[in-house]
């Protein structure tokens, strides 16, 4: 298992990791498929995760999430963890799990690693905390 933070954009299946989801948005169609965004976070960051089909029902806030063979990637311009196509999410608890908002890796301009082209490294903050799903005051 991989704590998120050592998570970068890639093209494909290979990450191995636990965390809790803190919210939740409302499904949406896109196309032929429902899909709804999450926020999830461990001990070492957060990130947006992207849920379909009926994986928008099986999860809620608050549940611990198992992802093997996940991939963090860009879908429509915005840049989120997913099971995708071969990877897969179940819940293994609920509730109780140490976790910090920031920094949101979906809230970071990524761009090629200069001296490997098959990488991505950190470039700059666009935001400090999600803004899909901004903190409560």
Known sequence: MVPLEAIVPAAQNNIN?????LEKGKAT???QNRMCLALAADKTAA??????????EAFEAGDIVRMENGIFSYNKN????RAGKRGRIEKVGEFTMEFVETPN??????VPDPNNSNRYV???VISTHSRIFPPVP
Do not use: M
């Open 78 to 81: 915005n840049l989120v963890l």
């Open 122 to 124: 950190r470039h700059t």
């Open 17 to 21: 990791t636990q965390f809790i989801l």
């Open 105 to 110: 890796l979906s809230e970071i301009k990524w």
């Open 29 to 31: 169609w896109d196309g």
């Open 47 to 56: 990130v947006h995760l992207q849920l379909w089909g009926d994986e928008c």
